[in-house]
């Protein structure tokens, strides 16, 4: 069995934090599906702009938003226009992993390409 990588947003722009909230990255629904992430999954956020590498869990964003918002004590190693990288792994036996789902995003989040 192998720790892989199994979904990933690539170029993802911050667009919102909120200190106050309890904690979480909210994505909007239509691009956790196209890479297949799950409400309450654990992800590993990159931030492209200061370096910054941190986990967090995913919640459920209004579908077609473009929405990727840091909340919580994530919120404070973000600012609003960075560009981030979410990954999620997963645990696959030998011969069964076929790669990751990848989407590039643009600066309005919206998919420019799929691997």
């Known amino acids: 069995m192998r720790f892989m990588l ?5 170029m993802a722009c911050v ?7 309890e904690g979480s990255i909210e994505i909007d629904e239509e691009l956790m599906n196209i890479v297949d992430l799950k409400e309450n999954e654990l992800v590993l956020i990159a931030d492209l702009n200061n370096g910054q590498r941190f986990e967090t869990y995913v919640i459920k964003g209004k579908p077609g938003s473009g929405t990727i918002s840091l909340n919580g004590a994530a919120a404070r190693l973000v600012e609003k226009g960075d560009r981030i990288i979410v990954m999620s792994f997963g645990i696959f036996n030998d011969g069964e992993y076929s790669g990751p789902k990848v989407a590039i995003l643009n600066e309005k989040n919206q998919v420019i390409h799929l691997k």
Not at 15 to 21: F, S
């Open 6 to 10: 199994k979904s990933k947003l690539h």
């Open 15 to 21: 667009t919102d934090k909120n200190i106050n909230y």
